[in-house]
């Protein structure tokens, strides 16, 4: 039992060294410059400060977490070779994509309380798991559409120009679908004039659900692209 629990420890830590290596310092730092340059303009504009704010004032921040780890994943295994070995056992890179996304989305939501416990701290008193929690679904569904894109252009830089380009048709789109369960960008917080509190939450919660299957889809999708080894081989 003591020789699992250690076995799976260095596993886990394994992999974070490999998920969060590299540039991901800089994405972490990039995010909390955001998120306090944000707070700071929103005080300047004597903005009305509450929950639904600081969903908003969180959201960009919480794309950049997951930006890296999920556009330059595939690629880092590429570049240091890990794809041949990977590919050599059979099933393998399933066990192991699917113990880095589940590790990515666990530390990515740690992250996120942590922001919005200082949010909380020296802006607007709120609950740092619920905020986070709402959070998480709008991220795993970007992130998940990432991890499909770079299983098919197998590099980092081009998934990232995609997944820039798709989330500007994604906002433009946001404002088209507006407080509709289709809005990736919907705010659970900041209730629409003339929507009723359980018409909005039905809102919200059909809108999770999407999300939620989305996201499932797209992992699927992109673990189906790493059966086509000689794409990657």
Same mark, same amino acid.
């Given at each position: 039992?003591?020789?699992?629990?250690?076995?799976?420890?260095?596993?886990?830590?394994?992999?974070?060294?490999?998920?969060?290596?590299?540039?991901?310092?800089?994405?972490?730092?990039?995010?909390?410059?955001? /998120?306090?340059?944000?707070?700071?303009? %929103?005080?300047?504009?004597?903005?009305?400060?509450?929950?639904?704010?600081? /969903?908003?004032?969180?959201?960009?921040?919480?794309? &950049? &977490?997951?930006?890296?780890?999920?556009?330059?994943? $595939?690629?880092?295994?590429?570049?240091?070779?890990?794809?041949?070995?990977?590919?050599?056992?059979?099933?393998?890179?399933?066990?192991?994509?699917?113990?880095?996304?589940?590790?990515?989305?666990?530390?990515? *939501?740690?992250?996120?309380? $942590? *922001?919005?416990?200082?949010?909380?701290?020296?802006? /607007?008193?709120?609950?740092?798991?619920?905020?986070?929690?709402?959070?998480?679904?709008?991220?795993?569904?970007?992130? %998940?559409?990432?991890? $499909?894109?770079?299983?098919?252009?197998?590099?980092?830089?081009?998934?990232?120009?995609?997944?820039?380009?798709?989330?500007?048709?994604?906002?433009?789109?946001?404002?088209?679908?507006?407080?509709?369960?289709?809005?990736?960008?919907?705010?659970?917080?900041?209730?629409?004039?003339?929507?009723?509190?359980?018409?909005?939450?039905?809102?919200?919660?059909?809108?999770?659900?999407? &999300?939620?299957?989305? %996201?499932?889809?797209?992992?699927?999708?992109?673990?189906?692209? &790493?059966?086509?080894?000689?794409? /990657?081989?």
């Amino acid at each position: 039992m003591l020789n699992a629990i250690i076995l799976t420890w260095r596993v886990i830590r394994y992999n974070l060294k490999i998920i969060f290596a590299g540039r991901f310092i800089w994405f972490f730092l990039a995010a909390l410059a955001f /998120y306090i340059f944000f707070m700071v303009v %929103s005080v300047l504009d004597n903005e009305e400060v509450n929950i639904g704010l600081m /969903y908003e004032l969180t959201f960009f921040p919480a794309i &950049l &977490l997951i930006f890296y780890p999920m556009v330059f994943g $595939l690629q880092r295994d590429d570049d240091a070779g890990m794809l041949e070995i990977l590919f050599g056992i059979p099933d393998y890179r399933y066990k192991v994509w699917l113990v880095r996304l589940a590790l990515i989305f666990t530390q990515i *939501f740690v992250l996120l309380i $942590l *922001f919005s416990i200082f949010g909380s701290w020296l802006l /607007y008193p709120i609950s740092p798991v619920h905020l986070a929690s709402q959070l998480l679904f709008p991220i795993c569904f970007l992130g %998940s559409l990432a991890f $499909l894109i770079s299983t098919r252009l197998k590099n980092g830089n081009a998934t990232a120009v995609v997944m820039v380009l798709l989330g500007l048709a994604l906002s433009i789109f946001s404002e088209i679908l507006e407080d509709t369960l289709w809005d990736v960008f919907l705010n659970p917080f900041d209730l629409p004039r003339g929507f009723s509190q359980l018409a909005w939450q039905q809102v919200v919660w059909k809108n999770r659900v999407f &999300l939620c299957v989305g %996201s499932i889809i797209f992992i699927l999708t992109a673990l189906l692209n &790493l059966q086509r080894r000689e794409r /990657y081989v």
